[in-house]
Every structure is written in C-alpha cells, then in structure tokens.
C-alpha cells in the first residue's frame, strides 16, 4: 500500500494548498527560532561568567539553549503533523515541538504534541470525541505536504475500527519498509499507548504486553513526555536500559530524533563504568550469579575482609614490637562497623583505633622502661636526693633554677608516639592486613579466585556445587575479565565497600590552591607592569586572584547523560527498562539502586523471558523494592506481526503462558507463513529466492544461537556476528539477538533446535516467530515441532 492509497476526498487540492502555505509558515518560524537560539548560545559560551554566581547562571543557559537546539533542530522531519477542529471553532497543529508566535500573547503556531491540550489528538474517538470535531493527519515528505487524512469524529462510527484513531496514517506507518532502525511514532500514537505515555511519573509503572505491542515505542515517547513536563526528571536524565547493544543500536536513534538528549542508553553489562563485561560463562553460573543470596555471600565477603576473629598480629616498629591481641581486633573492628558507615569509609576508624592502641603500648613501653631504670638507679645510690644534686650543681654554675614547665611531658610523648604509630610502615601494613582498602573489582576478583575465600563467605548460603560454579582459579590461563552477569555483583560490593574520597577531596583542594597561586602570579606580573599613571588600573585592581581563578576554570558542557554515564552512584530521575522480564533479582537490585525515588517503567512479556534469570511474574521481581506498590497496564493490539502469522503462534504461547491473551494485530497481510524442510546447507538458497521477492524489503535469517555462525558462513552477503548491521538487506542473528527487533520478511531456522537449546527455548521461539512485518518462513531440518505444527494446521 503506497502512501497515495491514503488521499481521502478530504483531499482536495485547495485544503492541501492551504496546509502548504501552513507547513511553509512554520518552517519558517522554526528557522528564525533556530538563527535566535544559536546567536544567544554563541553570546552565552562567548560570556567571560564573572562572580560563581554568574558562572553558574551561563553554564545553566548554555545548557538550556543547546537542548532547545537540539529540540528545533531534531523536529525538521515532520515537523507538523496533524490538526484538530474543535467544535468550540479553535483550531491547533501538532507536531513535534511547540512553536510560540512571534507576538508574544499570540496563540502558539504550532503545539508541541506533549503539551495537554494535544491530547486529544490521541484519544478522541467517535464515541467520546473529546470536544473535537475533525482530526486530520498532514502526510509530509521533507518539507512539502504529500497526502491529508481526516477523520470526522462527531459522525457516524467507523464499525470495528473506531478505537483506533488516523486508521489511514497507522496503516500507512505499520505497513512502511523496514530500515533496521526504529523511528518514532509521535503522528499515529494509538489511545491505550498515549494514556500510558501521560500517566503519572511516580511510581513504578508496569507496561504488559504481547510483541509488537509497542512496548519499547511506547516507553522512549514516555522518557520523551517526561523530560518534557519535569524539570527534576530533567536534571538527573532518564536511564533506559535495554538487553543488548544490538538492541540499544536499533532504538538509538528515537530520543535524539524527538530532540531529547538526557538520556542514557545502556545494557545492565554497561552499568559498572570502567568495567566492560564481555566474557562469556556458562549459562548456570550467570542464573547463580542473578540470585540474591548473592548479596548475602559478598556482604559475609566484605565482613571477612574486617579483622577475622582470631587474629593476634605483631606489629614491628622499628626495633620495637607491639602484639595486638584478638580482643583488641574484634573490638576494634566491632567500632568501626558500628558507625555504620561502608567499608572503606570505615577504615580511617579503624586505622585511627590501631593506631591509638599501638601508641598507648609503645607509651606504656616507655614508661615500663623508665620506672625499670629509676629502679636500678635508685638501687644503686640508695638515698641520695638526685635532684637537689642536681640543683645545687646548676646553683654553682650560675644557673638560675628553671620555672615549672606546663607542658605535660606524658601527653607529650604520647602525641609523638601517635605521629610515629601514624606514619609507620608496620602500622600500615597490619592496618591494610587486616583492615584492607578495597576496589569492588579486587574484592570479587579474590572472593572467586580463591575456593576458601568463597567457602568462608559462602559458608551456609551455597552448596559446594554451586562454589564450584562460581570459582575461577587465578593463575595462568585462567579466565580474567568480567561477565554481564558479573556487574550487579561489582555494584553490590562497590555499595557495601564504598569509596574513601579523603585522598580525592585533598587533591581537589590542592588543584584549587594551585590555580589561585597561578592566579596570584598572573596577577602579581600585571601589577609588576604598572605604569607610573596611577589612575590606569591593572586586573589587580578589579578583581582578586580567588575570582580571577574561577573565572578561569573551564566549564563543564558535559550533557546530563554524558556525566551519568561515568558516574556508578548517579542517580536518575527516571529509569525505563525494556524487556524488563529478562533481568535478574540481583541487576534489580542495581536498578533501584540508580532510581531512589522508584519514579520507573518498566516494559516486557513475561511469556518472552528467555534468560535463565529471568521473571516468571512481575510481582516476583518488584516486591522486595515496593512492596506491592506498582500499577500494571496493558497493551492489546499487535502493530508489527500479521495476523496470519499471530495465528500459527497460538498452540506455543499457550504453552508459554495458559493465562496470556494474545494481541489482536493491527491488520493482515494476505501473505501466510510457510514451512519446509530444509538442512542448514539449504539455508541460503532459501534466502536467495526470497530476496527475489523482496524488492528494496530487508531480511533476518533467525537461527538457534550455536549455528548462527554456521548459516552465516553461507551467507557471505549477510551481516552477522556479535555486531550485526540491521540496515544490511540480510542479516544473520542467533535467537538471543533478535529480542526487540523487527524485520520485513524473518527466516526462522531450527525452530526444534531452539527449543531444546535451554530451558526458556520455547520463549526464544516465540519471540523468533514474531519478528517479522509481513512474511514469515520456517526452516526445518528435523520434524516440525508439535506445538508449531499444530499452529500451522489451525
Ligand atoms: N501507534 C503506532 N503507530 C505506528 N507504528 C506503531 C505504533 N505502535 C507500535 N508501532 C510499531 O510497531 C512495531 C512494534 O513496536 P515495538 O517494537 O515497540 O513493540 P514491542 O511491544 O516492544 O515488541 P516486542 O516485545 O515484540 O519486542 C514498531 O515498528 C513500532 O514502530
């Protein structure tokens, strides 16, 4: 169906002339806005800044008008798309972003289609048209009107398809090719997708749904509604967190394209900043490490770390030594846990005690020592008065008697003794012995690496079985590096250890201090060049070195996003999870961590969980965080898969989910999906006649991920391995990839082998067989599994 097929008789060549001359205004308007807000960005980041105050207010404009250039800049394609007649005789334009007349108490031109009012557009059916009388879809292509489609809503109802609102425009959109990237869909958003899009921001929000559901479309228009409407959502970014980087790649563009930059895209694997989680494990070592007896065995790992009971430790001070006994560690460590303060902020505590104690013994040495020898002394000179000797000897020499000294010689000492404790090498490495600093990543990496280490932490929560799958030797050969499900652990144990910025806040002063003293300096020359003209001024004279090096220090233009992602305690002000059913409770667990106010959507289809982790019902993953305080909403109508090919999943999602209701789709194709028996050898011969039939359409080979690389070795024209290109005509994916794609014509490869490749394998089929937009093949070598053979029969 081609983009003509949707010129209604509204579409008279004068209405269309008309909506020209409009479309031609606004993109006018939207060129002077972007010429205003591009000459003050250039006045802002030209502003010297002056006072902090000053500073702050520029770098705050400098971020106000690049996002507002990003907004107008990203609206170019489709700028307007649709109007509302109101019956009250208003009339408003929607599009992309908000236009406001040049007079300031004009109505706007055009109305951004987040804005209340826009509404409607949306949500006004025949049966409850909201106050609107005709809602009309403007088709444009760059920017010239190509097609109008109205709907009259206070008519007579379209029977069966009143519900879905520009019927033309969305078949149009569900129908167009494919580019292996996803696009908005701002101009043909369904009613039950928009009421999820405006629904409130607090709170944890559930988006249910069946594929192709609009599930991921739906929460990045959210993310974009959001960061609209909340200026806290604004300032700390949305986080979206998707299953895969191939995933992130499709969806990338969408925000960006409906101007919003404050966003950051990421798998849990990406979470841990510094750590790239690209080794592979077994698939029963990852569901361990999902669990969360986790957090317990690494909490138990942070406690072994704090003086073990039991240890007596010498500690060597120069020619002295110093026995710290059990009771004096366990009390120690007992105090610095009592602050209740992470790990590593609670060592100073710590070191502070041990540091106390072996100054008060090495004291307690000394004076031991001083009485012995008074001791001796006094026993070798029986009763004579030493110190009237000494007197009289100073009386004789001249000397007056010195006054009382004030200063107490015991405390004295005893400060001394604290600064040697303090700085002794000995103190330090019993401290670090027994009280270590430690990364997250040193931590786990010892935890794993050594099989008592993991006994001990583990000891009553893991069977030696499951401390065996955990394990990982270190020595040469041994795997190194970090899994993606080794990142939730990392930010547990980063949680529990926490970072002693003592030593970072020092250096930061340090800078500070360095750069007045640079600015003193410049100052100082320009004084030194003062002329014997008194009433010429030097920059010393207006303005002090302190100011001089604020003024100087570079502003940080670093977007929201690009600062969140360096940061592992940034928290956001709104997180989005798709394929929410794929994560486990310990990345949940992380999730939270990133999002305190729980303000959260959380999008999926607990019958497509395929990792071993993964959810069984939404419940099950959100209670230990809210209780059962998070609102489910579903979404009903499949906008991707034809209903012909919904038909031959039915018997496989009834296997999946008895309770699930499978969406209804959108439209049929006309085209019903094939089977045929077929070797992997045969795979690209399959191929090739489709490609014949295809035209300028692209095509996904979905294959059990063990052969993916087999078939693609085939294929040389495919795209294919860890890093496919979607916008490759054919394109290779093993079924772990495909999660969350779509493609025109899918090839599901093996549908037996998927199956039995892991215990979630009859979800991993499903979400193959439902990624196509308009034809689906199935390749077996084997049989064809009962549950798909029944759906082709039904
Ligand atoms: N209102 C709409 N107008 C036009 N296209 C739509 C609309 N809603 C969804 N779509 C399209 O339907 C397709 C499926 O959407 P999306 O990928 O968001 O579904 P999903 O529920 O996340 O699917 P899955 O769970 O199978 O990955 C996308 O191409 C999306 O653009």
Redesign the pocket.
Known sequence: MSLADHVTPHDAPSDRDREQDRLTLLYARLDALRATTRERLAEVAASPGGSPQARTERDTAFTEYTARLARLEAAENGLCFGRLDLRSGDRHYIGRVGLPAEEADADPLLMDWRAPAARAFYVATSAAPEGVHRRRHIVTKGRRVVSLDDEVLDGAPDAGREHLAGNAA?LA??NTG?TGR??D?V????AE?DTIIRSDQNGVLVVQ???????????LHRAAYLLYHSARIASRGVLVVGPNATFLRYIGQVLPGLGETSVLLSTVGELFPGVVADRSEPPAAAALKGQPVLADVIAAAVRDRQAPPGAAFDVRIGDDVVTLEPGFWTAAADRARATGRPHNKARPIFVRLVVDEVARQLAAQAQGLADRLEAETAQLLGDVDLDAAARGDLARLGFEESPESDVDPYTETALDLRAIAATDPGVAAACEALWPQLTAQRLLAQLFGDPARLASAADGLLTADEQALLCRPAGIGAPTGWTVADVPLLDEAAQLLGEDDHAAKARAAQARDAEIAYAQGVLDVAAGSRTEDKEILTAGDLIDARRLAERSRVADHRTVAERAAVDRTWTFGHVIV??AQELSPMAWRLLMRRCPTRSMTL???VA?TSSPGGLNAWGEALEPFVGDRWRLTR?S?????PAEIMAITGPLLATLDADAEPPSSVRDSGVPPWHASAALTDVAAHVRAELAELGERRLAVITPDAVAAEVAAALPEASAGPDPDLTARVVVLGVGQA????FDVVLVVDPAGMIDASPRGGSDLY?AL??A?QRLGVLHPGPLPDVLARGFRS
């Open positions: 969305l959109a569900v494919r996803m696009h869909i101009a043909t958003l369904q997708q749904g069946g594929p192709g559901t609009g599930k991921t479309a739906v929460a798709d394929e999008v999926g289809d497509q979404l109508v499949n906008y991707r898969t999660k969350g794609l779509e979400v439902t990624r937009t």
